[in-house]
């Protein structure tokens, strides 16, 4: 299924059908990605209770790789704060190199409000978002010149589209 942010959310990328590689079906069949949505579901359910007076929910997992080397530098998609369309947000750490620079989830209640700075280290570890907060992902290169990489899962609840 094609993947749309209105140009309100991604003024980079917004208005565009973007086609994202499915995931394998062993993954989509894996009791960790159960899990995670079930967990994710429990969680949402305590702090986002408007996304449960719909009628059904949109569940979006996409799997996100930011790869880098030498002196390329990665950038995530948009580009700096910004708040997202859907109404519940996990993004999880997957896999982590050792020599990733930058990477860092910058928190604000606005543009000029900047709340915190998250560095996600550990597997599993996670943040959480909604459309109320803005956020953004520091741009990411290799200390070392080496190929460098933050994967990342992303859990997404919405009301589904009628």
């Given at each position: 299924m094609p993947y749309v942010q209105t140009r309100q959310y991604n003024a980079d990328d917004g208005d565009k059908l973007r086609q994202f590689v499915s995931l394998d079906r062993l993954v989509l069949q894996s009791r960790t990605l159960r899990e995670l949505i079930r967990f994710n579901l429990s969680v949402a359910k305590l702090t986002n209770q408007?996304?449960?007076?719909?009628?059904?929910?949109?569940?979006?997992?996409?799997?996100?790789?930011?790869?880098?080397?030498?002196?390329?530098?990665?950038?995530?998609?948009?580009?700096?704060?910004?708040?997202?369309?859907?109404?519940?947000?996990?993004?999880?750490?997957?896999?982590?190199?050792?020599?990733?620079?930058?990477?860092?989830n910058?928190?604000?209640?606005?543009?000029?409000?900047?709340?915190e700075k998250v560095n996600l280290t550990e597997e599993f570890e996670a943040i959480l978002l909604s459309k109320k907060g803005m956020h953004?992902?520091?741009?990411?290169?290799?200390?070392?010149?080496?190929?460098?990489?933050?994967n990342v899962?992303?859990?997404?609840?919405?009301?589904?589209?009628?």
């Open positions: 408007i996304l449960f007076l719909a009628d059904s929910l949109l569940i979006g997992v996409h799997m996100v790789s930011y790869r880098t080397v030498a002196a390329m530098i990665a950038h995530s998609s948009p580009l700096g704060l910004h708040r997202d369309q859907e109404e519940y947000v996990a993004v999880i750490l997957s896999e982590l190199s050792h020599n990733i620079s930058g990477g860092e910058i928190l604000a209640n606005g543009p000029r409000d900047l709340v953004q992902v520091v741009p990411m290169s290799s200390s070392n010149g080496r190929p460098a990489f933050r899962i992303l859990i997404t609840l919405s009301p589904f589209p009628q």
